[in-house]
């Protein structure tokens, strides 16, 4: 079974970048596309960005100044930054898998890490 | 900009029939979007339903179907029930590998 686990600081200072890792387990990065999903407090989900195995990306438009998506295959895991943090990047931030072919959509979820953004 | 509507609240009666619908704010959704489904009860991961439109996933009840009606992407579900009562969300693929989720609906059983 497929799992997959966010990990990172829970409390991030206005203007600082935010690192999170997503670490997945009972199966391989590889032949496999990869997304970050977040949902601000009393709002809906927002799709962040989508990175492949060979590590070509896609970013949400409206975040893409600010975010970079990598992957590490020998690690088994994928990572998001996002700079210049202000309040409204306050969210439960979630890794998803998004399975091969022509589905485009997401499978298997991590159960999301929330983020402050305070000083 | 794109964006994608969904009612922001509905309501069903247990055992009812509910019928949620995703659409565009300029054009047609159709099943070149690939829209999928997903649920969402407070403090936990969304749950994939529907996906490439009618195709449940893994585990997901019979109750639970997608299709496309009119212009919208439409999510019903039969024989409502008390833990249907969730957050559900569609989201539409506006190309090779970019999503936009909807807002959300959420819906009460009673």
């Known amino acids: 079974q497929v799992q997959l686990q966010e990990s990172g600081p829970g409390l991030v200072k206005p203007s600082e970048t935010l690192s999170l890792t997503c670490t997945v387990s009972?199966?391989?990065?590889?032949?496999?596309?990869w997304s970050w999903i977040r949902r601000p407090p009393g709002k809906g989900l927002e799709w962040i960005g989508f990175i492949s195995y060979s590590g070509s990306t896609n970013y949400n438009p409206s975040l893409k100044s600010r975010v970079t998506i990598s992957v590490d295959p020998s690690k088994n895991h994928f990572s998001l930054k996002l700079s210049s943090m202000t309040a409204a990047d306050t969210a439960v931030y979630y890794c998803?898998?998004?399975?091969?072919?022509?589905?485009?959509?997401?499978?298997?979820w991590g159960q999301g890490t929330l983020v402050t953004v305070s000083s | 900009q794109t964006v994608v509507t969904q009612e922001p609240s509905f309501s069903v009666s247990p055992g009812g029939t509910v019928t949620l619908t995703c659409g565009l704010n300029?054009?047609?959704?159709?099943?070149?979007?690939?829209p999928s489904w997903y649920q969402q009860t407070p403090g936990q991961a969304p749950r994939t339903l529907i996906y490439s439109t009618n195709t449940r996933s893994s585990g997901v009840p019979d109750r639970f179907s997608g299709s496309i009606l009119g212009n919208k992407a439409a999510l019903t579900i039969t024989g409502a029930q008390a833990d249907d009562e969730s957050d559900y969300y569609c989201?539409?693929?506006?190309?090779?590998?970019?999503?936009?989720f909807g807002g959300g609906t959420k819906l009460t059983v009673l």
């Open positions: 998803a898998r998004v399975p091969p072919g022509r589905l485009y959509y997401f499978d298997y």
């Open positions: 989201v539409l693929c506006m190309g090779s590998a970019i999503w936009v």
């Open positions: 300029s054009g047609s959704v159709s099943t070149n979007y690939y």
């Open positions: 009972g199966g391989s990065i590889n032949n496999y596309y």
